[in-house]
């Protein structure tokens, strides 16, 4: 069973930049492609941003294209998301979420129910 934890999150003023972390135990992450979503109060979860097993292949949602960026160091299984610029309405709740992609297809995954494993969320807040 894989285990994640996302680390990171916090308070942050307009213009600001936090570090997501997503750390793995379990297994290694080197057959995982990664998501990162997020829940704001009353709101859908979104997607983010993701990235491949293999490859480094990643997608960005457009409110964060430009403000976001996505890496993975499966030595220290782990994934992190850069966020910089954050506005107020990049307050949610941040997930991380893990798919198994044994074939190392290279494509990333933008579903929720596409993901086989999810963090419990760390919540990140933009206000001044």
């Known amino acids: 069973q894989l285990h994640l934890v996302e680390s990171g999150g916090g308070l942050v003023q307009p213009g600001g930049s936090l570090r997501l972390s997503c750390s793995a135990s379990g297994f290694t992450l080197d057959y995982y492609a990664i998501g990162w979503f997020r829940q704001a109060p009353g709101k859908e979860r979104e997607g983010v941003s993701y990235?491949?097993?293999?490859?480094?292949?990643?997608y960005y949602a457009d409110s964060v294209k430009g403000r976001f960026a996505i890496a993975r160091d499966n030595a220290k299984k782990t994934v992190y998301l850069q966020m910089n610029s954050l506005k107020p309405e990049d307050t949610a709740v941040y997930y991380c979420?893990?798919?198994?992609?044994?074939?190392?297809?290279?494509?990333?995954?933008?579903?929720?129910?596409?993901?086989?494993?999810w963090g419990q969320g760390t919540q990140v807040t933009v206000s001044s």
């Open positions: 979420a893990a798919r198994n992609d044994p074939f190392n297809s290279g494509r990333y995954y933008q579903t929720p129910k596409e993901y086989d494993f």
């Open positions: 990235i491949s097993a293999r490859d480094d292949n990643t």
